[in-house]
């Protein structure tokens, strides 16, 4: 199925031509509405083609699939109440120093956009997930490069996709679709290609950024690359409820066999004894996680030989040992080491480094210099979590400082809870400093449309011909600033 550089040619060329019906907001409403009934119709028969390729399992593909379709009606609702447009118009202000003249400003759309799917989420963040979601509502075409562990899921969505597009009128060719990796590279190096997105490993997308910016003419790249995921469980927190948080990391470490960008992958744990109770009752919980299938054998034999290797370093221990369960199933388990180890360069560097599947590694701190320590190391991350004691909650024993220290590492920061889970919200924020994220964008939640767009200002431009959007009295009736003041319009 791969496809050749003049079917990518094609792909992008069609979705150019296209991107003009998608002017029109109550067009692009529609068409998300469309494409999340379409997929919605055929829920039962796209779990069952999607478990095939990946065995997700269906309570877990039906769940991605309701995010999916209730993200689309969220980019709908998003786009008819038109905020993200940015509006912001001043009048002429001739006594103004310097003087101000007729400006209006708004955000626009940059065109063609390519998606890199990903291989975890072959909804949500694959044919028709977020970025595909965000880049219609800011008006923009999508060419998704397919990932090569769904490809019948991925060609059945987008005729999924395409029936929604003649179900509202809009041509076919604003979905495109590739297969293969030359098809991937060729697409990144289109030149009527405006924008990239991008889920998977830092080395796929890094290649892919480098390339994006080597381009004659440079095109944003939003890429999510790799997250270690830090916690930090304060000595307060683990003496006080060792167990619950043990329980707790078990399940989010494991949740979805430990394939989730955001899988706690680092957890710091206080020495001496109430930490020696936490590794006691995650030993009991990590060993009653049944064992699961990993997405192909690709990651499989990575996931194992990872696991391998980092039990092998100096030091390491491991209460329970994750590696294969059967012929195409693996077991969890944990690492245990010594915190000081990890805080100095050397082969233990290893441990900061995202293993994906189900494992965790415990890094044991001697109070909070040795905390510190090894937060100096860390690089960026989507996530990092810290458990407080019930009075750092309160705000006591500097827990404000623990806060302000992790939210330098990370795009978001959860507080007696754990990563797994990323809500689909207006103030959600999937991403963070690099090599979590290549910008400072979120691909989650309905700010995820600002990648999509860009600002421009009309200057002493006639009323005649300027956008609706940005004309006097407000006919569209949507949020803007108006000499400094929001209106909204009847």
């Known amino acids: ?288 996680t049944e064992a699961g299938v990993l997405l192909d054998a690709r990651i499989r034999d990575a996931f194992l030989a990872g696991v391998s290797e980092r039990a092998a370093l100096d030091g390491v221990a491991s209460p329970v040992t994750p590696g294969a369960a059967g012929e195409h199933t693996v077991a969890a388990g944990f690492l245990t080491v010594d915190a000081a180890r990890l805080a100095a360069e050397g082969p233990h560097d290893l441990l900061l480094e995202e293993c994906f599947g189900p494992v965790t590694v415990l890094a044991r701190y001697d109070g909070p210099a040795g905390a510190e320590a090894l937060l100096a190391r860390l690089p960026g991350n989507l996530t990092a979590t810290l458990h407080l004691s019930a009075a750092e909650e309160r705000g006591e024993g500097g827990a404000a400082a623990l806060l302000e220290r992790l939210t330098r590492l990370a795009g978001r920061v959860v507080v007696g809870g754990w990563p797994t889970g990323v809500a689909v919200a207006d103030a959600q924020h999937h991403g963070g400093p690099y090599p979590a994220a290549t910008s400072t964008a979120t691909s989650v939640g309905t700010a995820a449309v600002e990648r999509w767009l860009r600002p421009v200002a009309y200057q002493t431009t006639p009323e005649a011909l300027l956008p609706p959007e940005l004309r006097d009295g407000n006919p569209l009736g949507l949020p803007r600033h108006v000499d400094g003041r929001a209106e909204r319009g009847a």
């Open 1 to 288: 199925m791969e496809a050749s550089g003049a079917e990518v040619d094609a792909a992008v060329r069609a979705a150019h031509a296209a991107r003009g019906a998608l002017a029109d907001r109550a067009v692009r409403a529609a068409l998300l509405r469309a494409a999340a009934a379409r997929l919605d119709g055929a829920r039962a028969h796209l779990v069952e083609a999607a478990d095939a390729e990946t065995a997700l399992g269906p309570v877990r593909l039906d769940g991605e699939l309701t995010r999916t379709t209730n993200q689309l009606r969220s980019f709908a609702d998003l786009v008819d109440e038109g905020a993200f447009l940015g509006i912001r118009i001043d009048h002429p202000d001739p006594a103004a120093a310097p003087p101000v003249p007729d400006l209006r400003r708004m955000c626009v759309p940059l065109g063609v956009v390519a998606v890199y799917a990903a291989g975890n989420f072959p909804f949500a963040f694959s044919v028709p997930g977020g970025d595909t979601a965000s880049a219609l509502a800011a008006g923009c075409p999508v060419v998704v490069k397919a990932h090569p562990d769904h490809p019948a899921t991925s060609e059945f969505v987008l005729a999924l996709l395409r029936r929604a597009a003649a179900d509202t009128g809009v041509p076919p060719e604003v979905f495109g679709l590739v297969h293969g990796f030359d098809a991937g590279v060729a697409l990144i190096g289109h030149p009527l290609l405006a924008a990239a997105g991008f889920t998977g490993s830092v080395r796929g997308g890094r290649a892919l950024f480098d390339a994006a910016a080597a381009r004659p003419v440079p095109i944003p790249f939003h890429g999510e690359l790799g997250s270690l995921n830090p916690v930090l469980v304060t000595p307060g927190a683990v003496a006080e409820r060792p167990r619950e948080v043990a329980e707790g990391l078990a399940a989010s470490m494991t949740l979805g066999t430990g394939q989730f960008c955001v899988k706690p992958g680092l957890v710091l744990v206080p020495a001496g004894e109430d930490g020696d109770r936490l590794v006691t009752a995650l030993t009991a919980a990590v060993s009653d």
